[in-house]
């Protein structure tokens, strides 16, 4: 099966994290930003995460991946995330948004690597809402929401010894979350919450954005 992402999409962070925690054998692909043409063969709009199945059919939409890759497996899982996991996407995403889009351009991201694809990334994601400028401006009000939110992320995932007794749906949520503040090198993480996410990474070999 192969899974079409953009390395920066908490949506399709979350999606890897399920294929890799049920031990899928999924090819990851990294669509260049600027490559709208691949997505519509496929789904026939510019969207991710995609999944190709082993008989060539498509499969779109985060969660409805998720649950098939969980019947795959036979998984008694949940397949939706809870409410409180879903309140705390709600409450980050802005969050993400505005930290993330003026800064995950200029990291080395597969999505990023030609000069079309960072122009079509600005020209899709800077609005006069969205100002890069400003919003880099603008970082230290940020952080004053972002530090107390992580704070609150590390009670949600009520780690034990560097553990997450939550359903891994709510684990995929709460990483695909949070890994997208990480290419602010300002922000204030509680050790025990910084342990949990840079051991999911290295475990599930979904790199931070850093």
């Known amino acids: 099966m192969k899974l079409y992402i953009y390395d920066h999409c908490p949506f399709c962070a979350r999606v890897a994290y399920i294929a890799q925690s049920l031990s899928l054998n999924i090819e990851l692909i990294s669509v260049d930003y600027d490559d709208a043409q691949t997505l519509i063969d496929l789904i ?49 995403f802005p969050l993400t948004q505005q930290i993330g889009r003026p800064r995950w351009w200029n990291l080395d991201l597969a999505e990023y690597r030609s000069v079309g694809s960072k122009q079509a990334w600005r020209a899709s994601k800077e609005t006069e809402g969205f100002n890069f400028e400003e919003l ?18 590390e009670l949600l995932l009520d780690l034990e010894n560097g553990e997450s007794s939550l359903p891994i749906i709510d684990q995929a949520l709460y990483f695909s979350m949070l890994r997208g503040f990480c290419v602010e090198s300002s922000i204030t993480w509680p050790p025990a919450l910084e342990h949990w996410l840079e051991k999911q990474s290295k475990t599930l070999s979904i790199k931070l954005l850093r």
């Open 44 to 92: 026939g709009k510019k969207m991710v995460p995609v999944l190709q199945k082993d008989d060539g059919s498509i499969m779109a939409e985060s969660l409805d991946i998720i649950a098939y890759f969980m019947d795959l497996k036979s998984s008694n899982e949940q397949r939706e995330p809870s409410e409180q996991a879903t309140l705390f996407q709600n409450r980050s």
């Open 136 to 153: 880099l401006e603008n970082t230290p009000q940020y952080i004053q929401q972002i530090n107390p939110l992580l704070k609150d992320a």
